[in-house]
């Protein structure tokens, strides 16, 4: 303490420091970005000068910003949250909508379509958009159907004879209309989208990723657009390990494989066998997408032979049996997971997904019994980034239309909290998820305070204001 007053002095409120053992705190002072003190009795005196902002909010609490470890940050700018009907009624109708609303020669497309695109194809589609190149593309950025003019625009009428991409994330991505990049006030609602939902740091989980988002994502980073603090993971053939050892070491920057249900074969066997020696190599985590129960066990198979294996985190783990959870903890380090969508897509699971199953969709509880670290995500803008409803979701087990999905499955609010926000800084490598001296001062005014409100009942919690580096952060 050089005399200098504090940026921010946190007083008379319940502090969740994320510390396992520790009780919350009841103050905490700020200055140049970090955390100066943290403690149980009030010292504002001390710390506060003229300038220096003052939370004081004894029925609210004040937490550590939450991370998000796996989202798609320029996806969630060029699409915003899903918002189209998932019925093939619905598809219908917003097509045509949008198909008079688009002039001649210009892309009907339609991104972020969150319902079923399986009977969807190249004629169909060209019957409802005859005369304009018309693409869907489903929100998991995992299927995109494209009609006989955008597959000419293209030049891929050979390639997908009926207008169906499944798992090309590639092709996926650039089945668009050609335009510009995106604005920066696109830029800058997207991360406050994430702001207002408390996420101060997050990691971008795009497939595709290479060099140059990484280059487009620090630039906006250094411009103040996304002043959150971020990290990435590439795709394995973009990148290489002398590229990776430029960039800082740790977890912050990972590998990701994809591995699709209908594409587990020796060559899928191969890319993942390769892509954790490079993760290896380059001492990098490596990431592999496991939506289902398929690719968890391929996944498994193959990473549990290996010799040697890097940091491995599994994405997803949409679906896991109680028996096969020992086998998960053996070869992972960490399960990045969404709750969130248990909620958001529930609805959906419960007709497709036979009823003695539901238990074993997303099941966190399960993991974190068997000994597996686990961190909450949003995988925004597949589902919107929310971490407080992820977390309520996770005890709750409870769709959108207020079905339950198997059990309630209890968590302690202490373990749960630190899922979104210490722990996923942990799998993520972000510096952040703790309030203790030293540590970025990121943190979130919330209220109520979620120790006194049941966790299922924490989608009810209000953010009030958000902090990055102790300054507070516009969020409208
Ligand atoms: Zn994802």
Redesign the pocket.
């Known amino acids: 303490m050089d005399g200098r007053p504090a940026d921010l002095v946190v007083r008379d409120t319940p502090i969740i420091v994320g510390d396992p053992a520790g009780a919350p705190a009841r103050f905490l002072a700020a200055r140049d970005g970090r955390v100066l003190a943290v403690g149980h009795h009030d010292r504002t005196r001390a710390f506060a000068g003229p300038d220096t902002v003052e939370v004081a909010n004894p029925a609210g609490a004040v937490l550590p910003g939450f991370v998000d470890p796996?989202?798609?940050f320029a996806t969630l700018v060029r699409l915003g949250q899903p918002t189209v009907r998932p019925t093939a009624d619905g598809l219908a109708r917003r097509l045509r909508r949008e198909r008079r609303k688009t002039p001649p020669g210009a892309w009907v497309f339609l991104p972020g379509y969150d319902g079923d695109l399986d009977g969807l194809t190249r004629s169909a589609l060209d019957r409802l958009v005859p005369d304009r190149p018309a693409a869907v593309r489903h929100a998991?950025?995992h299927a995109a159907v494209l009609n006989s003019l955008a597959l000419r625009a293209l030049g891929w009428t050979a390639r997908y004879p009926d207008g169906r991409i499944v798992g090309r994330l590639d092709d996926i991505a650039r089945a668009a209309p050609p335009g510009p990049g995106p604005s920066e006030a696109a830029v800058r609602k997207a991360a406050r989208t994430l702001l207002r939902r408390g996420v101060t740091a997050f990691s971008d989980?795009?497939?595709t990723n290479g060099p140059a988002d990484w280059a487009r994502l620090a630039d906006w980073h250094a411009r103040g657009l996304v002043p959150q603090r971020i990290g990435m993971l590439f795709a394995p053939d973009r990148v290489d390990v002398t590229w990776l050892d430029r960039l800082s070491a740790g977890r912050r920057f990972g590998l990701k494989v994809v591995l699709e249900p209908a594409g587990l074969d020796e060559a899928a066997r191969r890319a993942l066998t390769d892509a954790a020696a490079l993760a290896r190599a380059a001492r990098r985590p490596l990431a592999v997408?496991v939506p289902d129960l398929e690719t968890l066990v391929f996944a498994l198979d193959v990473l549990g032979t290996l010799p040697l294996r890097p940091y491995v985190r599994l994405?997803h783990v949409g679906v896991c049996p109680p028996s096969l959870a020992p086998d998960v903890a053996r070869v992972a380090d960490a399960v990045v997971t969404q709750p969130g969508f248990l909620y958001w897509r529930g609805d959906g699971y419960r007709r497709r997904v036979e009823p003695a199953l539901w238990p074993w969709l997303y099941p966190s509880a399960t993991l974190l019994g068997a000994g597996i670290r686990l961190a909450v995500s949003s995988?925004a803008p597949?589902a919107p980034a929310d971490p407080l409803r992820s977390l309520s979701a996770l005890v709750r087990r409870v769709t959108r239309s207020g079905a339950a999905l198997g059990p309630p499955t209890p968590v302690p609010a202490a373990t749960l909290l630190a899922l979104a926000t210490r722990e996923a800084a942990v799998v993520a490598g972000l510096e952040a998820g703790r309030l203790v001296p030293g540590a970025p001062a990121d943190l979130v005014e919330v209220e109520p305070n979620p120790l006194a409100l049941p966790p299922p009942e924490w989608d009810q919690i209000r953010i009030r204001r958000v902090f990055l580096a102790g300054r507070p952060v516009e969020t409208d």
């Open positions: 796996h989202l798609h998991t950025g989980a795009t497939a997408h994405e995988d597949v």
